[in-house]
């Protein structure tokens, strides 16, 4: 390896960047001239934009996301632009989909679907690509998600598909075959001891479940089951220690819980409901 890439390799630990090899080959392949790949091992200064890669490795070792640096995060089967105004998408919530498929075993179904919280559109997107004949409607309270959405929607050629609109739930007056909602669920003390990562590059709106991280699923306990078709399934992601917490909210309402799901971890992390 050359001085170059030493050089740099120290930079990030000495940040404490988590992969510091991986971020740098990202950062490098992203800052290239030519088409054709970077290898650290048989890395030329020639073959890189020193300058932007400079500005993306201090934007680095300020502790920012490598998905927010380079505006795409991979989710499912696809690749999303991301920015400052919505979530990164992640792993965990990929079981929702899988969940989704479980419950809809014929993908050629004509059904109706909510995404609340849209935010990219990751999950909305996700289960257009696995549904094609469901009908989609992604909502966000977030003028600026709903933009990030719409962009990742209309690159993708599913205008016709899903539609989108800035709104709250509370606003919804139509009813569903399947709704499903990843929902802010980190409690105010969780929220002051997140990573820099997070506290400072993701989006508060979308991390903040008030003082418990319950809010949005109380709010969901009475409006979602007015909304829900007379066979609707509803599939919510929880944070890792919500599960009992939000199986008793959710008793007081319409609804029947089916099953919960754990994350490779081993902590709980999606709710199944259907209509009673």
């Not at 020639?46 to 640096?69: A, D, G, W």
């Not at 679907?113 to 992604?138: K, M």
């Not at 309270?141 to 690159?155: F, L, M, P, Q, R």
């Amino acid at each position: 390896m050359n001085d170059f890439i030493v050089n740099n390799l120290i930079k990030l630990k000495k940040n404490k960047i988590p992969n510091p090899e991986i971020d740098l080959r990202i950062l490098l392949n992203h800052s290239r001239i030519s088409s054709k790949e970077i290898i650290l091992s048989n890395f030329k200064i020639n073959q890189v934009n020193i300058k932007k890669f400079n500005l993306m490795l201090n934007r680095r070792l300020e502790y920012e996301p490598i998905s927010k640096i380079i505006n795409k995060k991979s989710f499912w089967k696809d690749d999303f632009f991301v920015n400052e105004f919505v979530l990164d998408p992640r792993p965990e919530t990929e079981i929702l989909i899988e969940e989704s498929q479980k419950i809809f075993c014929n993908k050629r179904n004509n059904f109706k679907i909510l995404d609340i919280g849209t935010g990219s559109g990751a999950i909305a997107i996700s289960l257009a690509r696995e549904f094609e004949n469901a009908d989609i409607l992604a909502i966000d309270i977030s003028k600026d998600a709903i933009k990030v959405a719409d962009k990742n929607i209309t690159e993708k050629n599913l205008q016709n598909q899903i539609k989108l609109k800035q709104t709250t739930i509370h606003n919804i007056n139509e009813n569903f075959d399947l709704i499903v909602s990843n929902p802010p669920y980190l409690t105010n003390k969780e929220l002051e001891n997140v990573s820099k990562e997070i506290r400072n590059f993701e989006p508060f709106i979308s991390l903040d479940g008030g003082e418990d991280g319950l809010t949005f699923y109380r709010e969901f306990a009475n409006k979602i089951p007015k909304i829900m078709n007379s066979k609707a399934y509803f599939i919510i992601e929880i944070g890792a220690k919500q599960y009992h917490h939000c199986r008793e909210i959710f008793s007081l309402s319409s609804l029947k819980f089916e099953k919960k799901t754990q994350d490779l971890q081993k902590k709980d992390r999606i709710m199944v409901f259907s209509k009673l």
